[in-house]
């Protein structure tokens, strides 16, 4: 095999790559269900390809959602002059509620991937905890300093609530429509930081 024949080859698994990734991205943007089968289909590649190139659907998910969701600075961008807490909580969990609404067949894929082996969760994109702390920086100085604990807990609460496993709990238990779930769960967000910033007043 010739030097050139091998180059060859590595761009052609580099195209089949990134038409596999790109392929997986479009079809995350719709909202709609993802699967291997169909991110192949997409690629016109075969799924035995797919998973040639992507060991399982998580970690083709994983990539193919690097880099999409902006910074926790840049999501909060319409609520940087505010020092709020309750306004930037409530802001930070309509965002990624949305996001969520935006990504759902992927998110839920994410999700159901995890529950099964608990032990690839540190694959999902931890948005949430980024958010929340973002959110929560004109606490920083004051119930995180006087009283760090609830202040971690106050996150951790927050951590159940700013969340799709929230969200899809809203819709598919409670039956609420979208909207109304993204309404219910910004209330309790809301509420819980209400709730510790009184302590400090």
Not at 60 to 84: M, R, T, Y
Not at 114 to 119: D, R, V
Request: hydrophobic fraction near 50%; charge should be neutral.
């Amino acid at each position: 095999m010739t030097a050139q024949t091998g180059s060859g080859r590595i761009n052609q698994k580099q195209r089949t790559r990134t038409a596999i990734v790109a392929a997986a991205r479009e079809l995350i943007g719709t909202g709609a269900e993802v699967t291997m089968p169909l991110v192949a289909r997409a690629a016109l590649v075969s799924e035995a390809t797919a998973y040639r190139y992507f060991p399982d659907l998580q970690s083709l998910i994983s990539e193919a959602l690097a880099g999409v969701w902006p910074s926790p600075a840049e999501a909060l961008a319409p609520v940087a002059d505010s020092a709020d807490p309750v306004e930037r909580t409530a802001f930070a969990c309509e965002f990624l509620l949305r996001g969520v609404l935006a990504r759902e067949g992927a998110v839920r894929a994410m999700i159901a991937a995890t529950i099964t082996k608990p032990a690839t969760a540190t694959a999902r994109p931890g948005i949430r905890f980024g958010l929340i702390d973002h959110a929560l920086r004109p606490l920083d100085a004051t119930l995180g300093a006087t009283d760090p604990e609830a202040f971690a807990q106050l996150k951790r609460d927050l951590a159940v609530v700013v969340s799709a496993e929230a969200l899809f709990t809203l819709m598919d238990l409670c039956g609420l429509d979208p909207q109304t779930a993204v309404a219910s769960a910004v209330r309790t967000a809301t509420s819980l930081t209400q709730a510790a910033v009184r302590t400090i007043e």
